[in-house]
Every structure is written in structure tokens, then in C-alpha cells.
């Protein structure tokens, strides 16, 4: 079992930058694949990026060049860097761990969900 607890969201302005943070409790954290996914009102869970345990790291098209994702073992913490903020940013982002394989860029890939933190970029 995996806990979740994400932090770091606010509002920024159009081209700034935010870092969330993912702490997480319980065993073998370094085995999991972690993830960033979002959510916008009234649209789909969407996948941002994703980390393994090799810190081997995949984006999706839309934060590629934007964004990065890093994990560091020693604090069992994920964090997602964000710079060039847009306001089609905006939305709760969710922190996700699971044992994926591949892209791992699908929710079914992933078991354990934090409960989210906003993010608002204003134009």
C-alpha cells in the first residue's frame, strides 16, 4: 500500500513556474513507476509525465520542453517542475504510483492516487 500526499499548487500568471511535490508512505517506493496526471472541469483525466525507478522519464506532447519530472529515492518525494505556465494548465493535478511498464502513460497503469492539488495559470 502507497500514500500520497501532493503539494506546491497555487495560481501563477501566464509564463510562470510552479514545483509540486508528491510525498509518499509505505513500502518500496523505488520500485514504482510515478506519475503526473491532471484533470480540467469537465474534461478527462489526462497523463503529463511519468518517472521509473531507473529515472528513465516520458511527457506527454502538450508539457514537452516545459515540464520535468524527477523523483528523489532517499525522501520517497516525486516533484513536477513547471515553467512556461499557460493557462491551459490549469487544472487538479494527481500524483499516481503503480508497477508499469512501457509508456505507463494510461490511469489503469497506475494503483495508488494522492488526492490532487490546483494549479491556475491566469492570463
Known amino acids: 500500500q502507497v500514500q500520497l500526499v501532493e503539494s506546491g499548487g497555487g495560481l501563477v500568471q501566464t509564463g510562470g513556474s510552479l514545483r509540486l511535490s508528491c510525498a509518499a508512505s509505505g513500502r518500496a517506493f523505488n520500485s514504482y513507476f510515478m506519475a503526473w496526471f491532471r484533470q480540467a472541469p469537465g474534461k478527462e483525466r489526462e497523463f503529463v509525465a511519468r518517472?521509473?525507478?531507473?529515472?528513465?522519464?516520458y511527457y506527454a506532447e502538450s508539457v514537452k520542453g516545459r515540464f520535468a519530472i524527477s523523483r528523489d529515492n532517499a525522501k520517497n518525494t516525486v516533484y513536477l517542475q513547471m515553467n512556461s505556465l499557460k493557462p491551459e494548465d490549469t487544472a487538479v493535478y494527481y500524483c499516481?504510483?503503480?508497477?508499469?511498464?512501457?509508456?505507463?502513460?494510461?490511469?489503469?497503469?497506475?494503483?495508488?492516487w494522492g488526492q490532487g492539488t490546483q494549479v491556475t495559470v491566469s492570463s
Open positions: 499516481a504510483a503503480g508497477r508499469g511498464s512501457g509508456t505507463a502513460s494510461a490511469p489503469n497503469d497506475y494503483n495508488f
Open positions: 518517472i521509473t525507478w531507473g529515472r528513465s522519464t
